[in-house]
């Protein structure tokens, strides 16, 4: 099942982000309409700042959980960085280095991994990275940084690798059951059972 929140005259609920239908167990998808909040980089970051603080005082302490209370997916992750002030970064770095004991598992999607701030990339478990394309040095230095941020695989050259990934192919390493990351591997992603476009109101 599925929210849809506008932030024009929504207000949010903490407790909605993980309640679930008592009938049939099932979650809830909670979608945030942040177009608008989008053309605002500081005051986006200020929401998500506040969304995961609030978020930390109103969960109980359950350390490291198989599978998360909640999951939140942050796309297009650049646009919380970009002109973040860097006392909110601070901020946000402690959040999310704190979080994950009260049961909250983060995901930043963006193009390149240079879009989110390396503190924060030190601390996310789980990567998946899709194909970089090289066209100037710059692009070279980031597929570089991102090809030494995966676990060696002795099979093949990540950074080579990183730049010759097919559509729908993606480098992945996972924590494994003691909190450690996996050799990086290839494989192939199964396309979501999806559409694009705009979503409808549901």
């Not at 407790?15 to 049939?24: E, G, L």
């Not at 646009?79 to 994950?100: A, N, T, Y």
């Not at 090289?134 to 730049?163: G, Q, W």
Request: net charge negative; hydrophobic share 40%.
């Amino acid at each position: 099942m599925t929210n849809f929140f506008s932030f024009q005259g929504t207000i949010i609920e903490i407790k909605d982000f993980i309640r679930y239908d008592a009938n049939t167990g099932e979650s809830y998808i909670n979608i945030l309409h942040a177009v608008k909040l989008f053309q605002r980089p500081t005051l986006y970051a200020t929401f998500m700042l506040w969304l995961l603080d609030s978020l930390y005082q109103y969960l109980p302490e359950v350390g490291d959980l198989e599978k998360p209370k909640v999951v939140f997916f942050f796309d297009e992750a650049h646009l919380l960085f970009s002109e973040m002030p860097d006392h909110m970064v601070k901020q946000i770095i402690q959040i999310v280095k704190i979080i994950r004991s009260k049961g909250i598992g983060l995901y930043f999607i963006s193009q390149s991994p240079n879009d989110i701030p390396d503190e924060i990339l030190s601390q996310l478990g789980n990567r998946i990275q899709h194909v970089l394309r090289s066209y100037t040095k710059t692009d070279e230095k980031v597929i570089k940084a991102c090809a030494d941020s995966f676990r060696e695989n002795p099979n093949f050259d990540t950074e080579e690798v990183l730049k010759t990934l097919a559509t729908g192919e993606a480098l992945i390493s996972l924590q494994d059951e003691n909190g450690q990351p996996t050799v990086v591997d290839r494989f192939k992603i199964l396309p979501p059972q999806s559409q694009m476009g705009t979503i409808d109101d549901l």
